[in-house]
Nanobody, 115 residues
Framework: QVQLVQSGGGLVQAGGSLRLSCVVS????????MHWYRQAPGKQRELVAT???????NYAVSVKGRFTISRDNAKNTVYLQMNSLKPEDTAVYYC?????????WGQGTQVTVSS
């Protein structure tokens, strides 16, 4: 069983920044991609950002240019740097790792952006 431990959420004013971290309990080289999702109250969970094992990244249109996903292979950690935050970014954020035969999710962390 792979464990993903998230940290870094909290309350921030609009225009502010937060960095989320997701520490994986084994080498992230074993996964072909790592992702951040979010789920706002009353809404479906949506994909925010993806980084592949090769380092390619992809972002939802709503966060492109404001959020940056990155990975530290030595620390088995994936990050989500969130800048210029907006109230509509308020949600529970989840990390997820995927391989050809496996997936795991983090426990979720609340991000609240006040106007």
């Amino acid at each position: 069983q792979v464990q993903l431990v998230q940290s870094g959420g909290g309350l921030v004013q609009a225009g502010g920044s937060l960095r989320l971290s997701c520490v994986v309990s084994r080498s992230i080289f074993s996964f072909n991609a790592m992702h951040w999702y979010r789920q706002a109250p009353g809404k479906q969970r949506e994909l925010v950002a993806t980084i592949t094992s090769g380092g390619s990244t992809n972002y939802a249109v709503s966060v492109k240019g404001r959020f940056t996903i990155s990975r530290d292979n030595a620390k088995n950690t994936v990050y989500l740097q969130m800048n210029s935050l907006k109230p509509e970014d308020t949600a529970v954020y989840y990390c997820r790792v995927t391989s050809a035969v496996h997936e795991d999710w983090g426990q979720g962390t609340q991000v609240t952006v006040s106007s």
